[in-house]
């Protein structure tokens, strides 16, 4: 066991630390008022409700590299005060609805390099301070409507090479701060703007590139965005449909006028939710 006080963002902390040391549980030496729990790289996998993970002072804690691939319902909840929560590089294949339950003060969740196909609707209701959402590199294909229920303060998500293909709209009806949005490497062929409820956000730094994209119907709310300046891209985004021209280049037009969407903000939003002018 390695109990020390280290400095972390220019603060003193309480640090447990144990990073490859082949452990298969979480450790029962744990001490009570650790601020800092670092357990990356050994051979943990379960989170079992058994384990108490009872640090209400723990503000990090990091399960990082080990081999985890299950977790149970509300394991996290007496963790009050945990704002950054990293469980990338496991084996997790699923994201029950319950598992974050209570842990209200989480700013950044890290669930990259995992094997996750699939996400239950409210799985993240209770992250309401969340505002960095890694899912990078996983085994995702849709995402449905409530998948991000409750991030009412989720600044970023990044969803970077997984297998999405279909988007269902209103997927991001409850992400109003959402501004930047990974999707790069995936199979997505259209993205219609209806992916968010009642228009798209304020500002967007939208990525994706390394998608099939076909520039027809689908984008022309891109094209709006980018002319007007609430919407950027990322500079590799291609038509597969028209020789890898950049969407930037594309010349996409509404046939029938534009249609505004109304904020709370001080502006409104212009797209095409019509079929466009090739």
Same mark, same amino acid.
């Given at each position: 066991m390695l109990v020390q006080v280290s400095s972390f963002e220019g603060q003193h902390r309480e640090r447990y630390s144990r990073p490859n040391q082949q452990l298969q549980h979480i450790p029962s030496d744990i001490p009570y008022n650790s601020e800092l729990i670092e357990l990356n790289g050994n051979e943990i996998e379960e989170i079992k409700s058994g384990n108490s993970l009872d640090f209400p002072n723990c503000i990090r804690l990091s399960l990082s590299a080990n081999r985890i691939h299950s977790i149970s319902v509300a394991v996290f909840s007496k963790m009050v005060q945990l704002e950054n929560l990293e469980l990338s590089y496991n084996r997790l294949s699923s994201i029950h609805y319950r598992v974050f339950q209570g842990v209200r003060s989480l700013i950044k969740l890290d669930l990259s390099h995992n094997q996750i196909h699939h996400i239950?609707?409210?799985?993240f209701s209770d992250l309401d301070s969340l505002k960095t959402l890694r899912l990078d590199y996983n085994l995702l294909t849709i995402l449905q409507v409530n998948a991000f229920h409750g991030l009412s303060n989720l600044f970023e998500i990044n969803l970077r090479r997984n297998r999405i293909s279909r988007i269902v709209p209103s997927t991001f009806n409850h992400v109003p701060?959402?501004?930047?949005?990974?999707?790069?490497?995936?199979?997505?062929?259209?993205l219609y703007w209806t992916i968010f409820d009642g228009g798209p956000p304020k500002s967007l730094d939208l990525s994706l590139a390394g998608n099939p994209?076909?520039?027809?119907?689908?984008?022309?709310?891109?094209? !709006?965005?980018?002319?007007?300046?609430?919407?950027?891209?990322? !500079?590799?985004?291609?038509?597969?449909?028209?020789?890898s021209t950049l969407?930037?280049?594309?010349?996409?037009?509404?046939?029938?006028?534009?249609?505004?969407?109304q904020r709370p903000w001080p502006r409104s939003a212009k797209i095409c939710p019509w079929p466009c002018s090739p």
């Open positions: 239950q609707n409210d799985s701060s959402l501004t930047r949005l990974n999707l790069a490497s995936n199979y997505i062929s259209s994209l076909i520039c027809n119907t689908s984008l022309c709310w891109i094209k !709006a965005g980018l002319d007007e300046g609430w919407l950027d891209i990322d !500079a590799g985004t291609q038509c597969i449909d028209r020789g969407l930037q280049e594309v010349n996409l037009k509404c046939r029938q006028g534009i249609k505004v969407f």
